[in-house]
């Protein structure tokens, strides 16, 4: 079974920006991949999408902020999240998905956290 391992996460001021990264066992060649995030309360939320062919989708709330990216090891992601507001404070996994919503197929990694805070 992969195992997914994201980092990046931390704490910044509105307006700042971080990036995160997605560490995958195995390669995901095969995927389309995706970030979720899950503030507190609520539950968890596709954000992004990108196929293999490197086509690329976002939830409205992060268009134009956010670029998502996957290397060419195919073991590895990445999500560019820029201008970020405390609306985005969450916990950020990555996951397999589809190119406009949530399908997770592996195992859930412990995330990480990001938090926009003045």
């Known amino acids: 079974q992969v195992q997914l391992v994201e980092s990046g996460g931390g704490r910044v001021q509105p307006g700042g920006s971080l990036r995160l990264s997605c560490a995958s066992s195995?390669?995901?060649?095969?995927?389309?991949m995706g970030w979720y995030r899950q503030a507190p309360g609520k539950q968890r939320e596709w954000v992004a999408g990108i196929t293999t062919s490197r086509l690329t989708n976002y939830v409205d709330s992060v268009k134009g902020r956010f670029t998502i990216s996957r290397d060419n090891t195919e073991t590895v992601m990445y999500l560019q999240m820029n201008s970020l507001t405390p609306e985005d404070t969450a916990v950020y996994y990555c996951n397999t998905a589809s190119l406009y919503k949530s399908s997770p197929i592996f195992n859930w990694g412990q995330g990480t956290q990001v938090t926009v805070s003045s």
């Open positions: 195995d390669t995901f060649r095969d995927y389309t």
